[in-house]
């Protein structure tokens, strides 16, 4: 059975896209620990990041950090954060955060909730910029 992830990438399930290629997606997270959250997953189901092959591994990062410049030139931000927790679903997921503080990196409180209005303004500025 495939995960929600691959789901989402395969366009089952709807996602807010901000950026595709054969191999990698991009979307905004729906419960957002800041406005411009992004999950970018390689396409190809695999739980953990290390299990990655060094190839895969070194691809999913360079369209990561692709997608974490769209980011910063979309959302105001002083930087864009990037972790990978990988507890909630098991596919490979990196999280990217446009953060001002520490504190838009905190994934143990409370999650937003956008308008979808919101979510998409989002995601079009962030795929506007993705190149």
Aim: with cysteine; hydrophobic share 45%; aromatic share 8%.
């Amino acid at each position: 059975m495939a995960t929600i992830f691959s789901r989402i990438a395969a366009g089952e399930i709807p996602s807010y896209k901000v950026a595709e290629d054969k191999d990698h997606f991009a979307f905004l997270d729906i419960n957002p620990v800041h406005p411009g959250h992004v999950l970018v997953i390689p396409r190809k189901e695999t739980d953990y990041i290390f299990d990655l092959s060094e190839d895969e591994y070194s691809a999913l990062m360079l369209f990561a950090r692709r997608v974490a410049k769209a980011i910063g030139k979309a959302i105001p931000c002083k930087k864009v954060g990037v972790t990978v927790i990988g507890l909630d679903v098991n596919h490979v997921h990196v999280h990217l955060v446009p953060m001002n503080t520490g504190a838009d990196m905190n994934f143990c409180g409370e999650k937003l909730t956008l308008p979808a209005g919101e979510m998409e303004e989002i995601a079009r500025k962030i795929a506007e910029n993705f190149e």
